[in-house]
Each structure stands twice: as structure tokens, then as C-alpha cells.
């Protein structure tokens, strides 16, 4: 370790250490007399780089280890449960009534917009009362006879959880490709039916991530393999239809388990592709769907810190590149010649736009892009090179590029929404400029945007920089303090959370909540170096934003401290578990959804999902750097004896992302060690993982869960 990055890290520690030390002083609810459930204490040392660890619970990986304990790690996640109910009890009518208007502002029988694709529309359907939906089609209009391909609600009954994906119609439009995970882990299995007897085939393909990719030829699959203990994508294999899945052929078997592995087929049909990439860098290789037993061949072999990925026109490639160029850019070159030494540049660099990707058309080329940490769509004539962009009108939305599965024609799919506006699908004419609006969300009961009001402010982070906050309220809502507000933020693997609409969300906005969405580091939304800023040695930036965010949005008078929530999942989880480490006092209750809180231990355990491609994100704590700068935040390494604020925990027994042992030792570890009488609630779905239900009601019981949380920390009773 260096002695600047030495001294950066010491400085980190007195930031953390003088944060928790905050003296809270929240005002006082009334919870049930119930006792809470105390994890046994089991010594376990870790030993690494000179430093020794204590972990008392780390018996609760049994479950997830087969260990000798894991009767036990069932009976206490069991007793969890028991706990929360009875600490929650008294919302129970609330909670009800909740789900029942969350749900009644679902359209329950429903349709989405159908999209060409091969003389073929399709597109789902739903029906009153029904968890699930039915994948449809019809040909050449959509006056014609109705097809059902698949029956979601028929094949669902009797799974708890049930989730079908990666839809592949055959060349010919007579097959059908699908994978189904009834265990929540992300692991599928690949059937094949015949659309025209509507039988199954007898070829089964289990252990994949749940798309195939058909050849040209009809019979021929190709799919991503995945480890069965580790669940990593390591091997595209080749599949023949009627033939054992046992002897499918391996066509690429991934060495670098840093690397995340797919294969897909261009939108023109001549190409196949397999796609390996990790964090900073990634590589492609390229197959005639015309020849699906030939050999894939790279297309330009992976360099170092450089991610590239390849769109085919009808007479290049064009490939988007950060390669020399912080914020991509987008270069061409021959259909024959696509090493990089034949790379020209298209799309130059831009230090103030960050380009997303491409979607190609026969005559012109839609590029998704962001600035300002905002969503844009700038369409490119490809025969004159004339681009315009669309214009949306609102301070802060999302647009993104849809449903393009067809190459020759002029219209482009989007989608469209914020804070105030339902999701919207329109068509735009990309030769005649004219757009269309073919659905927005119907949101039952009557919802008027005119009602609520979206803002888009900026606060000033430790460090001088300006971090973007998206807020909504219903109109009458007060800056004077008082008011109660939840702010979420994500903030890693530069993935963008960007303002959009939700009809669950009413159910806070017309308490009087305001919500706000904090547009911290380690996301995106202000180009590439936002998520650079972010990562690795910089993470600490994520968490210290959404502080400052926190406190700017009490400062403006639009909470207080007895009045401001925190909300994140998975590595928001995280974000919530350093927050509340570094800032105790700033939050009046925070719920963690299948939170990745215990960094250390699970970085260093090779067999648990996930844990290697994820280096380039967290560091590899088998360095030492690497590890002393994630023992300053783990949330678990961090527990202290100090007033937490309420807190909700969930978890699913099935997470294949974030392992339910995380958040039930972190629970453990702070019943046992954090002061005063704030409540720790920890709800496990026994059922699910880390998406939770799988239908499209069963998910609001938790959203109403999460709701009633709040609203009684509020003391807000109806």
C-alpha cells in the first residue's frame, strides 16, 4: 500500500469512527412487548494478512453450506419471522388495506403492445384474478385468431415461485425456446414446444441462465451453461434438437471467472454471438447463424481496461468502444476485417454525453444516450448522416429504446416516463418525425399527474461535487420540516436509477410522504467516471453522497431527522448498512432489502455465487489493500455500540444473489451490540429469493410490509 493511498484510507477511518459517534434523538414508538429472537454466539476466527477476526455467527451459512446447523438456521429465521409479525401486529389492517388498493390500482385484465417480429405480433396478456400472464401471438394482423403459446397462469399452479424467460421463436415461427426457475436461485431449465401440435419436446436443458438462441437451420440451440454450486455462466454449449442435452457440444468455455459469458443473434439473423465481459474489459466472438456447427471466431481479441461491443449494419460493423475514450464512442469497420487495426471512427468522444448503445435499422441508427443524468434518443439517417434527437419536455424522465425487433423499417419503439408520468410506449417515425402514443400505464382509481409534483435538485457532496436528487410529492406538500420523506439510492455497478413512475408509490405520496431518489456515485447517471468514482478503492464516495444528500434535503426543510427513511436493496442493501454505520443519527428507520452487508467474508468465499466476477467491483479481499479498505465499511465489520435507527430487514432462503446468511448474522450482530430501544425486524421469505414473489400481487404483501413500517414509525394509522 502507498502512503498516499495509506493516508486517504486513515483519513476514511476517522470519518466513519467520528460519525457513529452521533447521539440520536428520535422520538418514541409504541412496539408490542414481544422479545426478540438471540442468535447463539459460535467463535469463528478469520486469519488473513496478519489480522484476526472474531465471527460469531458465522454458523448461519449452514443452511447454505449443508452444515450440521442448518436445522437450526431454519428454526432461527423461523423465530425472525415469528418476531416481526408479532412486533408488525398491529398494522395488520393497515397493512391490508395497503395491498388492497396498491392492487386495485392494477389494470388486472390487461394486454401489452404487440410488436412484429417474422409476420408474427406478439405480445402478454393478462386476466382478473391471475398471478401470472399468457404469451400470445397472431399472424400478419391483429384481427387474426389468437395463438396462446404458453399459458403462464396454467404452468405456475402449484409453485410458490415460478418464473419463465428468455422467449425464442425458430426461424420457421413453428418452435418456441423457454426457461423455468421454480426455485428462485436464477437457474432455468430450457424447454422447447412445438407451436403447431402445441406438444413439448423431449429435449430439456437444466442449468442455464434461461434464453437459447436459435441457428438458422431450425434445429440447432445454443445457450449459457452455468456452474451448479457457484452459479457462474462458464460454458456456451451447442444443442441438437432430439438429441441428449448430456452430449451437447461446449463451442466456448469461459477461463476468466471474473467474467460474466452470453450468447445472442443479431437483429438481422446472419449473426451469432458470444459475448465475455467483466467490468473493464471484454471480448466477442462471431458465427454465421448460417453455419451453426462451424467455429466462432473472435472478432477482436480482449484488451486490457478496454469494454467493446459490436452492432451489424447490412455493410459494417460498428462497435461501441471506451477504448481511449472515457464516455465511449462508436467506430466502423469492414464485415471481413474487424480486427482493431481496422477501426474507424463513426461516433467521436464526447466528455459531457455518455453513449449506452446502439439499436440498428435498416436505414438509420438510434443511439441511447446520457447527459446531464439524463436519458436522450438521437436518431441517425445512415444513408446522409443527419441525427436529431427527441424532445421530451419534462425536467427530469426516462426514455429508453424498446422492443426493436425489426430491422427493415422506420419506426423505432420507446418507452417513456417520470416521476409523475405513467409508463408510456410510443412509435416514432424516424423518416417523417411523427410519434405515437400506443399505451400509458392505466393507473385505476383515477390518477391525475396534475395532483403531484417532481423536482430535480442538487446537492453538494464532501468533496465539492454536485449530486443529482429527483424528488416527488403530492401538491400541498410542506417545506417546513416536518413533513416525512424516503430517500433510495442504488449507487454500484453503474447501474442508473433514474426517475420513474410507480402506482405502489402512491400509496406513501398521498400520506404525505415525500420520496426521493439520491443520483450518487457508483451509478451512471453522470457518465462513466460517476461510476469509476464510485468503485473499488473509491466506494466510500457512494456512501458519503447519499449522506450528503440526506442532510441537504433536511437542510432545504424538505424532512428532519426525526422525519427522513432510507430504502436500498441488494448492494443498496450495503449502501444502507455503511449509511447507518457512518450516520446513525440522520435516519428515523431504514429498510434494508436483501442487503450485501457482509463483504469481506462472502469476497473471500470462492464457492458462493457470484463472488468472482465481482473483483472488479469490490476489490479481491486476498489483497491486502483491497481488504483493509473494505474492513473500513463493511456494514457487518462495522457494527458498534452505538443507537441505530429502526430498522426492517428482508431476505429470501433462495437468494442466489446475496446469500440469506448476510443479513440474518448482520441482524444478529447488531441486536447484540447496538444501544437504546429502537426495533430490528428481520423478515425472511421462506419461499423465494432475491427478487421475492414471483407473481404479480403476491410482491405488494411485501411493498405493504415495507409501507406500514414507515407509516407507523409516522404513527400514521390509515
Known amino acids: 500500500m502507498t502512503t498516499k493511498r495509506y493516508a486517504a484510507v486513515s483519513a476514511l477511518a476517522l470519518l466513519i ?52 446447523d442448518s436445522a437450526k438456521v431454519i428454526s432461527y429465521l423461523e423465530a425472525e419471522n415469528t418476531y416481526t409479525a408479532a412486533m408488525m401486529k398491529d398494522t395488520e389492517g393497515l397493512q391490508t ?66 418464473a419463465a424467460s428468455g422467449f425464442s421463436v425458430s426461424p420457421d415461427n413453428k418452435l418456441l425456446a423457454y426457461g423455468v426457475d421454480t426455485v428462485s436461485r436464477r437457474e432455468y431449465t430450457v424447454y422447447v414446444k412445438n407451436l403447431e401440435t402445441g406438444k413439448i419436446l423431449t429435449d430439456k436443458i437444466d442449468r442455464t441462465s434461461g434464453g437459447a438462441t436459435w441457428a438458422n437451420d431450425n434445429k440447432t440451440l445454443f445457450y449459457t451453461s452455468k456452474n451448479p454450486v457457484t452459479l457462474l455462466s462458464e460454458k456456451i454449449k451447442r444443442h441438437t434438437l432430439g438429441t441428449n442435452s448430456a452430449s451437447d457440444v461446449v463451442v466456448y468455455d469461459e477461463k476468466d471467472n471474473t467474467n460474466y459469458i452470453g450468447v445472442g443473434k443479431s437483429k438481422d439473423g446472419k449473426h451469432l454471438f458470444i459475448y465475455s465481459g467483466g467490468t473493464l474489459s471484454s471480448e466477442l466472438f462471431l458465427l454465421s447463424a448460417d453455419d451453426p456447427n462451424g467455429k466462432f471466431k473472435v472478432f477482436q481479441p480482449r484488451m486490457k481496461d478496454v469494454l467493446y461491443s459490436v452492432t451489424p449494419l447490412a455493410d459494417r460493423f460498428l462497435i461501441l468502444t471506451n477504448d481511449g475514450a472515457k464516455n465511449f464512442k462508436v467506430m466502423e469497420c469492414p464485415l471481413d476485417k474487424t480486427g482493431k487495426e481496422n477501426w474507424k471512427e463513426f461516433i467521436p468522444h464526447r466528455e459531457d454525453v455518455l453513449i449506452e448503445g446502439l439499436d440498428e435499422f435498416k436505414d438509420y441508427l438510434v443511439i441511447s444516450e446520457r447527459k446531464n443524468g439524463l436519458t436522450q434518443l438521437a436518431v441517425r439517417n445512415l444513408s446522409d448522416g ?72 442538487m446537492a453538494t457532496a464532501t468533496d465539492g461535487t454536485k449530486v443529482p436528487i429527483s424528488i416527488v410529492y403530492k401538491k400541498g406538500f410542506k417545506k417546513d420540516g416536518k413533513a416525512p420523506l424516503l430517500l433510495y439510492a442504488y449507487g454500484s455497478y453503474g447501474s442508473s436509477m433514474d426517475p ?86 440522520l435516519w428515523n428507520g431504514v429498510i434494508a432489502q436483501v442487503p450485501f452487508v457482509d463483504v469481506i467474508n462472502t469476497m473471500l468465499d470462492e464457492s458462493i455465487p457470484l463472488t468472482t466476477n465481482e473483483y472488479d467491483e469490490w476489490g479481491n479481499p486476498n489483497h491486502k489493500d483491497a481488504y483493509e479498505y473494505m474492513k473500513l465499511y463493511s456494514p457487518y ?47 425472511t421469505d421462506m419461499d423465494y429469493g432475491h427478487g421475492g414473489a414471483s407473481g404479480r400481487f403476491d410482491y405488494l404483501k411485501d411493498v405493504a410490509l415495507s409501507y406500514a413500517f414507515l407509516l407507523k414509525l409516522e404513527n400514521i394509522t390509515k
Open 500 to 585: 420513474t413512475f410507480s402506482s405502489t408509490r402512491l400509496s406513501l405520496l398521498n400520506r404525505g410522504f415525500g420520496f426521493a431518489i439520491a443520483h450518487i456515485r457508483g451509478g451512471e447517471e453522470m457518465g462513466r467516471q460517476w461510476y469509476e468514482d464510485g468503485k473499488m478503492l473509491k466506494k466510500i464516495n457512494t456512501f458519503t453522497d447519499f449522506i450528503d444528500c440526506g442532510k441537504f434535503l433536511i437542510e432545504q426543510k424538505y424532512t428532519s431527522e426525526a422525519h427522513l427513511y432510507a430504502q436500498g436493496g441488494s448492494a443498496g442493501g450495503l449502501l444502507m448498512g455503511a449509511v447507518i454505520n457512518m450516520a446513525p443519527s
Open 637 to 683: 465489520e462495522n457494527v458498534k455500540a452505538v443507537e441505530y435507527p429502526n430498522l426492517l430487514v428482508t431476505t429470501g432462503l433462495h437468494d442466489s444473489q446475496v446469500q440469506y446468511f448476510e443479513p440474518a448474522k448482520w441482524v444478529a450482530k447488531l441486536r447484540t451490540i447496538k444501544k437504546g430501544d429502537n426495533v430490528i425486524l428481520l423478515k
Open 17 to 68: 469512527i467520528g460519525c457513529s459517534e452521533q447521539k440520536m434523538t428520535k422520538k418514541t414508538i409504541s412496539w408490542p412487548d414481544a422479545a426478540s429472537p438471540v442468535a447463539e454466539a459460535k467463535a469463528y476466527e478469520r486469519i488473513i494478512h496478519g489480522d484476526t477476526v472474531v465471527d460469531n455467527y458465522y454458523w448461519l451459512n449452514d443452511y447454505f453450506k449443508k452444515g450440521p
Open 386 to 457: 443527419q441525427q436529431h434527437y427527441l424532445n421530451f419536455g419534462e425536467a427530469a424522465y426516462t426514455v429508453y429504446s424498446s422492443t426493436n425487433v425489426e430491422y427493415n423499417t422506420d419506426v423505432v419503439r420507446y418507452g417513456y416516463t417520470s416521476m409523475v408520468t405513467p409508463s408510456s410506449t410510443y412509435d416514432y417515425n424516424m423518416k417523417s418525425k411523427e410519434k405515437t402514443l400506443l399505451k400509458q400505464q392505466e393507473v385505476l382509481g383515477g390518477y391525475n399527474s396534475e395532483e403531484y409534483e417532481t423536482e430535480r435538485v
Open 97 to 162: 388495506n395497503l395491498f388492497d388498493e396498491m392492487k386495485a390500482r392494477i389494470k388486472e385484465t390487461d394486454e401489452s403492445v404487440p410488436y412484429l417480429r417474422n409476420g408474427y405480433y406478439y405480445y402478454t396478456r393478462t386476466e382478473e384474478g391471475k398471478q401470472y400472464y399468457k404469451f400470445c401471438r397472431k399472424k400478419g394482423n391483429l384481427e387474426a385468431k389468437e395463438e396462446i403459446l404458453l399459458d403462464i397462469d396454467a404452468m405456475a399452479e402449484g409453485y410458490p415461485y415460478y
